[in-house]
């Protein structure tokens, strides 16, 4: 898994743009990627997931991105909203894992 | 029940003590996962439950941790002679489907304060 540091990254959007959050995996085994929203307090929330057999999946305002070759995975949003502040979490598994691994995360702030 | 449960949600613990973190996962689901998330930090793996199978405990830090879940369901982490660098938010999910199959759903977590 990843090291994990001690501060997220960060990234400062203005309201109404959009944003894209990468994600590094580590296991190229891995077949099912899942993309969580933490806000404070609160455990993380799924927002959207992907299979490795797909390599773009769209929901409502959000677009996740799968580029296998050099294990990378983005999450897009669409004309991010002050209630999109959060930090978003990247995880992977697969049939030979089991479990579910995370990333570090990446803090999202959107300015009014 | 409607989601995964987690209690205490706060548990202060003077160091040395044992403590012991419950979870009440999704009724139906078979996967039931412990994690620990120190502040402003990611989430640590430390145990995966699926069925009737053996735990996957490579994540347990040290041998002061143990987990167990009785008949496929609650699941209990416990914590012996607790430290400070014990303190976090401790966080179950449990999911439907083995070997990684689907999305898995997150209590609220318990916060952990070692003083």
């Known amino acids: 898994g990843e090291s994990v540091g001690l501060h997220l990254p960060t990234l400062s959007v203005q309201e109404g743009d959009n944003s894209i959050i990468n994600c590094a995996y580590s296991?190229?085994?891995?077949?099912?990627f899942i993309w969580y929203k933490q806000e404070s307090g609160k455990g993380p929330q799924f927002i959207i997931d992907?299979?490795?057999?797909?390599d773009k999946r769209q929901g409502q305002r959000v677009t996740v991105l799968l580029n296998k070759t050099v294990k990378h995975l983005s999450l897009q949003i669409a004309a991010t909203q002050p209630g999109d502040s959060a930090v978003y979490f990247c995880?992977?598994?697969?049939?030979?894992?089991?479990?579910?691994?995370f990333g570090k995360g990446t803090k999202l702030s959107v300015k009014p | 029940g409607a989601g995964v449960s987690q209690s205490p949600s706060n548990k202060v613990t003077e160091k040395g003590k044992d403590v012991e973190l419950r979870c009440d996962p999704i009724?139906?689901?078979?996967?039931l996962y412990w994690y620990r998330q120190s502040l402003g930090q990611g989430l640590e793996f430390l145990i995966y439950?699926?069925?009737?199978?053996?735990?996957?405990k490579s994540g347990l830090p040290s041998d002061r941790f143990s987990a167990e879940r009785t008949g496929g369901s609650v699941s209990t982490l416990t914590i012996q002679r607790t430290q400070q660098e014990d303190s976090a938010v401790y966080l179950c999910?449990?999911?439907?489907?083995?070997?990684?199959?689907?999305?898995?759903?997150f209590g609220q977590g318990t916060r952990l304060t070692v003083v």
């Open positions: 999910a449990s999911s439907s489907r083995p070997r990684g199959g689907s999305e898995a759903f």
């Open positions: 296991n190229s085994a891995s077949d099912y």
């Open positions: 992907i299979r490795s057999n797909m």
């Open positions: 995880a992977e598994t697969g049939r030979s894992q089991g479990n579910l691994i």
């Open positions: 009724s139906g689901h078979t996967a």
């Open positions: 439950f699926q069925g009737n199978s053996a735990p996957d």
